[in-house]
Nanobody, 112 residues
Framework: VQVVESGGGLVQVGGSLRLSCVAS????????LTWNRQRPGKSREVVAV????????NYADAAKGRFTISRDNAKNTGYLQMDNLKPENTAVYYC??????WGKGIQVTVSS
C-alpha cells in the first residue's frame, strides 16, 4: 500500500491550497480517509474526516468553514481544499487511509 500527498508549499496569508492524496494497493473506496496535521512542537491531530463513500464529513474546529475534504473514489484520490489560510495553519499535513496507512506528509507554510 502506498499513500502519497501532493499540493503543499508556501502561500501567503489569505491564500488557498488544495492538497491531494493518492492511494494505491488497496480498495480505496472501502476506507475512511482523514487529513491530519502536525505543527512544530505539537502532536499530530486530525483536521478532517470523510467517509468511505464521501457522504459524510467532519472537521476539527480550526478547519470548519475554511477547509473542505472530498474524495474521488474512481481516482483513488482524496483532497483537502484549504482557503483563507492563516499562519497557524503552517504544519506538515498527512493523509491517512483506513486508520492504518499513512503518507509521508507534505509541508504547508503560510507566511504573513
Amino acid at each position: 500500500v502506498q499513500v502519497v500527498e501532493s499540493g503543499g508549499g508556501l502561500v501567503q496569508v489569505g491564500g488557498s491550497l488544495r492538497l491531494s492524496c493518492v492511494a494505491s494497493g488497496l480498495t480505496f473506496s472501502r476506507y475512511v480517509l482523514t487529513w491530519n496535521r502536525q505543527r512544530p512542537g505539537k502532536s499530530r491531530e486530525v483536521v478532517a474526516v470523510i467517509s468511505s463513500a464521501g457522504s459524510s464529513t467532519n472537521y476539527a474546529d480550526a478547519a470548519k468553514g475554511r477547509f473542505t475534504i472530498s474524495r474521488d473514489n474512481a481516482k483513488n484520490t482524496g483532497y483537502l481544499q484549504m482557503d483563507n489560510l492563516k499562519p497557524e495553519n503552517t504544519a506538515v499535513y498527512y493523509c491517512n487511509v483506513g486508520g492504518d496507512y499513512w503518507g509521508k506528509g507534505i509541508q504547508v507554510t503560510v507566511s504573513s
